[in-house]
């Protein structure tokens, strides 16, 4: 069998903690390189989705609904693994990520470091966000 | 200057969001290899201890008080440096793991995936946990 369970493992679901929300986070990290490029927020039916359908999926806080990462910028993740910490109350999750992960057009999310005592700017955008959201719905 | 600014820098404190609890999930990378060792929860003395003291310092949300990692187990985390994410809201703290993150015993807490359609257990305990907290206060 693949890692894309169609039927996701009753054993994950007596583990895996979700918050009062309804909400567990999930980190998001490239599979090859070890980047850690985003953390989003999963419920139970994303992470589901994301198991059966092997392309991640998360619920966005925001727009209160589910998110199909690269629905709106085509910038899509493919999922290599998932795995549960210890508490059983964070995902990691492995993943191939087409393009770009953060909205700015970086490759990750976590572009500004404290360095020097002042927070910097660290990564310069690999495309132009505009370019990333041009005819879709946002 | 060194990454361990004896004061906050003011534009991380202007643009960090923290929760309603006032608390920010923090994602703890091992500096030079890429391995998520953990996610833990700093509210802002945390942020702030960390980045006076380069050793790196959580909220523990169970026991309701700062956690500075490793002041029970011995296996402390050494800030190398604090990021920030493209909303603010969570941080990438990249550290040089002391020993063992996970309480369990193993090096990182994200020893469980879904393979096969079950949750396995794809890391065994580097050490024996008992020994993390013998002749120590939990």
């Known amino acids: 069998m693949s ?6 493992p009753a054993s994950l679901w007596d583990t895996i903690c979700f918050d009062a929300a309804g909400l567990i986070p999930a980190i998001a990290q490239q599979h090859d390189t070890g980047e850690v490029l985003m953390l989003a927020w999963m419920n ?3 992470v589901a989705e994301t198991l059966a ?3 991640v999926c998360y619920f966005s806080r925001s727009r209160g609904r589910l998110w199909r990462k690269g ?3 085509g ?3 493919h ?5 549960l910490d210890c508490d059983g109350d964070t995902l990691l999750v492995l993943v191939h990520q087409q393009g770009v992960a953060c909205h700015t057009g970086r490759r990750n999310c976590f572009f500004r470091a404290v360095r020097g005592g ?3 700017e660290i990564a310069a955008p690999a495309v132009d966000p505009a370019s990333l959201y041009e005819g879709r719905n946002g």
């Open 71 to 73: 629905e709106s910028s």
């Open 44 to 46: 139970r039916e994303a």
């Open 53 to 55: 359908t092997g392309r």
């Open 118 to 120: 002042e927070l910097k």
């Open 75 to 77: 910038q899509t993740q």
């Open 3 to 8: 890692a894309h369970a169609t039927t996701p």
């Open 79 to 83: 999922l290599v693994e998932l795995r």
